[in-house]
């Protein structure tokens, strides 16, 4: 088994970092924020995934898992070390925001005194790997001895420690011109997986950092696709849930991520299809990628659309309504309210006079800190007592299975907008709902 070191210890690093034990490894994770590391430290995840405390318990306490603040340590603890810090949207720009990363390997370039190999797993802009490489073969004591190789990850928000533990496949970009010893380390750190006949796909560097951008827009596009048609189903009577069905079944598209609703969000899809748009500017390739600028707008028109909704819904105006809004974070069983459609539309509505009343079975905290004026129930009943106007916008299985004809009792007005398309029409219209969905009015 290896000693490795995980820099960065937010979702995606403390995931691996805990995957890495799981799959045998000794473990240390990096990071330069105190409060967080002495956290990890105690096993606490400071932030919701499902099945990463357990996880994360059990390597600390076993001490197969450990981390801390000193870069140095990390470096003199191993010799396999993985980049994991984000690449946020730059302000003001499409552009990704590198801070992060380059100073990881401006900080531990200069450490390395052996032989060494570095995986970048951050979401980057093609490009970035060679110009990183280079770099640490110039700051680096040991010179053409330190390695950089990348290693995309494909985490799912909800799923990270199924993705990281039993992946649908593995993706490494190495230098052809200085293959090294990337890949055979790799190989070592992963057998556990590979043992499973994971697909292992090795590629030269520019391909790797391209599989995660060119899926994550791929995956974007066909989300807006069927929330484009829902709008035609709006506006002709047609039912986009059983057009998707149909479509579905042809084995060249398939069923999954045609659901319309309220669109995507979350830390990885907005800013990455943006940072690939703007790196394909840079490239001089922009009309390859032109087509993302109609997605992203697909997107955000989705909110509008809900928010237009909702004003018709309780009369054409907004003011001293009471709505409430189930949902806060951008997906169920995650905390992550970044780029959230569900507490867009909820800032929307209460700026424009809603009396809004939000709840999220996780995601309460991270929203109240973004948007402090908005009210927050601390349940599913709370949030709906007296209200004029229910919208389910994230799909929860708490919202998908709840008896319309209790929360009825609790309302105002028996009137719904399933934002995610994810309530059983049937029995909410049954129980005396005005039930409303995204692209199925006839539904």
């Known amino acids: 088994m290896a000693s490795v070191s995980v820099f960065g210890t937010g979702y995606l690093g403390a995931t691996h970092a805990a995957g890495m034990a799981e799959l045998g490894h000794d473990v240390i994770g990096v990071d330069v924020d105190e409060a967080k590391i002495e956290r990890l430290s105690r096993g606490e995840v400071p932030f919701f995934e499902p099945e990463l405390p357990e996880l994360l318990r059990k390597h600390v306490e076993s001490g197969r898992l450990r981390f801390t603040t000193d870069a140095r340590e990390a470096v003199d603890a191993a010799d396999i070390h993985f980049i994991g810090v984000g690449t946020p949207q730059k302000k003001g720009d499409y552009g990704a925001d590198m801070r992060f990363v380059d100073a990881v390997i401006d900080t531990i370039a200069p450490l390395l005194t052996r032989p060494s190999v570095i995986f970048g797993k951050s979401t980057v802009p093609v490009g970035t790997a060679a110009r990183l490489a280079a770099r640490v073969r110039e700051l680096a004591p040991v010179g053409d001895q330190a390695e950089l190789a990348w290693n995309p990850e494909f985490l799912r928000e909800g799923f990270a420690v199924e993705d990281t533990l039993r992946p649908d496949r593995l993706v490494l970009g190495v230098d052809p011109e200085r293959p090294g010893r990337a890949e055979e380390v790799a190989r070592d750190v992963y057998a556990g997986i590979l043992a499973r006949d994971t697909p292992f796909l090795v590629t030269d560097l520019a391909t790797a950092e391209l599989v995660k951008v060119s899926a994550n827009a791929f995956l974007a596009t066909k989300i807006s696709f069927i929330n484009a048609i829902a709008e035609v189903c709006d506006a002709t009577g047609a039912d986009v849930v059983q057009l998707a069905d149909a479509i579905g079944y042809d084995e060249r598209i398939g069923r999954k991520f045609l659901g319309a609703g309220l669109g995507f969000g979350g830390g990885c899809l907005p800013k990455d299809i943006r940072a690939f748009m703007a790196r394909a500017g ?54 992550d309210v970044r780029d959230s459609p569900a507490l867009d539309v909820a800032g929307r509505l209460h700026l424009g006079g809603a009396d809004v009343r939000v709840y999220d079975p996780q995601g309460m905290a991270n929203a109240a800190a973004l948007w402090p004026t908005l009210t927050y129930a601390e349940s599913i009943d709370s949030a709906v007592k007296d209200a004029d106007l229910v919208i389910v916008a994230t799909e929860w299985n708490e919202f998908r299975t709840a008896d319309p004809g209790a929360l009825g009792a609790l309302v105002s007005k028996r009137r719904v907008i399933d934002g995610r398309n994810c309530l059983p029409v049937d029995a909410w219209r049954d129980a005396g709902w005005e039930y409303t969905g995204m692209g199925r009015h006839a539904g």
């Open 282 to 335: 840079e490239l001089g390739v922009d009309q390859a990628l032109t087509f993302l600028r109609e997605v992203d707008a697909v997107n955000m028109r989705r909110r509008d659309h809900v928010v237009q909704l909702a004003a018709q819904s309780v009369g054409g105006s907004l003011l001293g309504a009471r709505i409430a809004v189930l949902g806060a974070a951008f997906k169920p069983n995650s905390d």
